[in-house]
């Protein structure tokens, strides 16, 4: 498959999921969000001072809050994203405790342009849909595919979705750098990184 054909595959996928996701109901995206976060904890091993790259959630993403605040309850240390521009990559800024969060773009929010600039050890990722190999569909923008282009270090990739984002088989690209596992209200799914196909 061409690089083109399957960007339309994409495209084509990308409708179907954003129409998908915005269909689950309120009450089931509030006990998803609990659910995940509980597995979270549960499956997921973190070293004493990993920085954990979270994300404020938007739209109809499912909601990693109550992820964030226990991470920085137990003092580990928490990063939120920035957009600096359409073709840079995301600035990572560590959240300390009792700092107030400000409009980082597109609806999100993130700590103020002093905090510290951080590389994560893990990045709790957003997505549209994945799938049985880990592969991740993004919004698009490939922000995150040049942010950890950016990076020195490869970090734990850890996507965060409704168990109703799953599809059979997402195309992957020489830049898509495939999840480690991705926590669903149904719990941990973790994925071979030799996964290349």
Known sequence: ???ETIEEVKASLRSKAHVQRAAIGHDVRVDAGKAVAAHFFEGIVLDPGAVV??????RDELDCQPIILRLM???QPVCLPVVLGDELPLELRLW????PLYEAGFGTLA???SAPKVEPDVILMPLLGFDKHGTRLGYGGGYYDRTLAAMNK???LIGLAF????YPEIPRQEHDVPLDAVVTENGVRLFGA???R
């Not at 168990?163 to 799953?166: F, T």
């Open 1 to 3: 498959m061409t690089d």
């Open 194 to 196: 030799q996964d290349n």
């Open 163 to 166: 168990a109703a984002q799953e």
């Open 53 to 58: 790259a979270a994300y404020w959630p938007i």
């Open 111 to 113: 700590p103020e342009e």
């Open 96 to 99: 300390q405790d009792g700092s």
């Open 73 to 75: 309850d137990s003092g």
């Open 154 to 156: 490869r970090p734990k």
